[in-house]
């Protein structure tokens, strides 16, 4: 069974200033790693994903996430944060085994960026 | 726009009443997937189709089913409701059934609320 920490439930920053999300996962078996974003009364939307390869992920709107398997953690960060970035960030994982992927997602980090 | 439908976006019902939810993958995939997401429970699986076939079955109650169509196309049917019901209900999409093909995109979902 796969399970996923998102240790803060709100964040709040300054506009321009560095933000990261944490994000902590458990699995027996090697996983694939997501963040997705959900902006207010719409769906979820991925930023970016780790299937493989460089651990150093970039994804949209100028986030990246950092892979790292001895700590099994995939924070996601961003090195100056706008107003528009206001939203509701889930971590998730899918295992590699089997035929069937399913996400298991963290219980989301709410990023509340102020003037 | 992920290029994923759902229908209706919003539902009000009453207890004990069943409702048809509907989402039409984007074209050319074959994997869909149900998510529930409410406060207390965060998002959580339900159940996935690949190519019309069940793959995977997570917390969904028996009370709930689902099902894929010919065309892709996938139901998911809520009976006897309660009020613990009320939640959002997504869809997902994704080209193949696992693996590097996992990437989901996801409907902006479907508000049930029962009253």
Known sequence: ?115 | DSGVTQTPKHLITATGQRVTLRCSPRSGDLSVYWYQQSLDQGLQFLIQYYNGEERAKGNILERFSAQQFPDLHSELNLSSLELGDSALYFCASSRGQGGMNTEAFFGQGTRLTVV
Do not use: M
């Open chain 1, 1 to 115: 069974a796969q399970s996923v920490t998102q240790l803060d439930s709100q964040v709040p920053v300054f506009e321009e200033a560095p933000v990261e999300l944490r994000c902590n996962y458990s699995s027996s078996v090697s996983v694939y790693l997501f963040w997705y974003v959900q902006y207010p009364n719409q769906g979820l939307q991925l930023l970016l994903k780790y299937l493989s390869g460089s651990t150093l992920v970039k994804g949209i709107n100028g986030f990246e996430a950092e892979f790292n398997k001895s700590q099994t953690s995939f924070h996601l960060r961003k090195p100056s944060v706008h107003i528009s970035d206001t939203a509701e960030y889930f971590c998730a994982v899918s295992d590699l085994a089997g035929t069937a992927s399913k996400l298991t997602f963290g219980t989301g980090t709410r990023l509340q960026v102020t003037l």
